[in-house]
């Protein structure tokens, strides 16, 4: 069974501050995703990578397999970036299920 | 507008009554899933559906059913709730091996 394991549990900083979150896990993937939770419970999916890098506006995500590490980055961070960040993997073909991180909870502060 | 829509979206209930909450997509796709997330546990996989009559079980699959009859629904059943199953309960949909939809959520409280 893969772990996963997110870093920081908790993060505070300042409006216009560089953001990364971090994603580790123990057993080879098929494919990482980063999802959104905003305060009120609704998840967003961000990206879906298996390899190298992904940009969505402020958004950035890398992979790295041989490392088992992901990272999400916050470009020029906003108060409405605030919201839970979780990671989830997925352990092999699109037909297994996922397993998640506890989630980094962002505030950004104004 | 492509969603997947739960139902009902808050349920307040007592120990073995028999509930079930809908999940429903309109994006044809053939992955379907069901998630519990409790304070410190984070998200757990229930079961999840590849595609019509094709179910597996997620992590926590204890005390909850499935079925698939049809493409676009995929009911999540529980027999004789139990106030450990008192949880925010997703459903999700994606094509395989794509990003996941996810619905806006169910509430379930088991008195």
């Known amino acids: 069974k893969n772990e996963v394991e997110q870093s920081p549990q908790n993060l505070t900083a300042q409006e216009g501050e560089f953001i990364t979150i971090n994603c580790s896990y123990s057993v080879g993937i098929s494919a990482l995703h980063w999802l959104q939770q905003h305060p009120g419970g609704g998840i967003v999916s961000l990206f879906m990578?298996?390899?190298g890098k992904k940009k969505h506006g402020r958004l950035i995500a890398t992979i790295n397999i041989q490392e088992k590490h992901s990272s999400l980055h916050i470009t020029a961070s906003h108060p409405r970036d605030s919201a839970v960040y979780i990671c989830?993997?997925?352990?092999?073909?699109?037909?297994?299920?996922?397993?998640f991180g506890k989630g980094t909870h962002l505030i950004i502060q104004p | 507008e492509a969603q997947v829509t739960q139902n009902p979206r808050y349920l307040i209930t007592v120990t073995g009554k028999k509930l079930t909450v809908t999940c429903s997509q309109n994006m044809n796709h053939e992955y379907m899933s069901w998630y519990r997330q409790d304070p410190g546990l984070g998200l757990r996989q229930i079961y999840y559906s590849m595609n019509v009559e094709v179910t597996d079980k997620g992590d926590v699959p204890e005390g909850y059913k499935v079925s698939r009859k049809e493409k676009r629904n995929f009911p999540l059943i529980l027999e004789s709730p139990s106030p450990n199953q008192t949880s925010l309960y997703f459903c999700?949909?994606?094509?395989?091996?794509?990003?996941?939809?996810f619905g806006p959520g169910t509430r379930l409280t088991v008195l």
């Open positions: 989830a993997v997925r352990s092999g073909g699109g037909a297994d299920g996922l397993t």
């Open positions: 990578l298996s390899s």
């Open positions: 999700a949909s994606s094509l395989i091996g794509h990003e996941q939809f």
